[in-house]
């Protein structure tokens, strides 16, 4: 069965960092675009960063641009996405999902494959 698994999740206070990984089991990353989504109680499943399968294209979410950098290690087949100043408003769920195309885009329709997610919690 094809996975992904998201670790690196935690609570964290405002201003700190965290380093979220998204591993493949049982298939290779190479020829998928990743994308990274996070979940807020209440809230719809919104598009936070994604890659394309080469890593040459990045895309962000406004409300994490500067602070996030999603990036792509295929040959350990992972993609992380590190976060930077981290704000209360970045609580979630956060997913990784893949989609078997070069571009990545933020639609969560788009994606076939997603992990179990982790909980990022920013509290003081």
């Known amino acids: 069965q094809l996975q992904l698994v998201e670790s690196g999740g935690g609570l964290v206070q405002p201003g700190e960092s965290l380093r979220l990984s998204c591993a493949a089991s049982?298939?290779?990353?190479?020829?998928?675009?990743i994308g990274w989504f996070r979940q807020a109680p209440g809230k719809e499943r919104e598009g936070v960063s994604c890659?394309?399968?080469?890593?040459?294209?990045?895309n962000y979410a406004d409300s994490v641009k500067g602070r996030f950098t999603i990036s792509r290690d295929n040959a350990k087949n992972t993609v992380y996405l590190q976060m930077n100043s981290l704000k209360p408003e970045d609580t979630a769920i956060y997913y990784c999902a893949a989609q078997s195309r070069y571009y990545c885009s933020g639609y969560v329709s788009s994606y076939e494959l997603w992990g179990q997610g982790t909980q990022v919690t920013v509290s003081s």
């Open positions: 890659i394309s399968s080469s890593g040459g294209i990045t």
């Open positions: 049982r298939f290779t990353l190479d020829h998928y675009a």
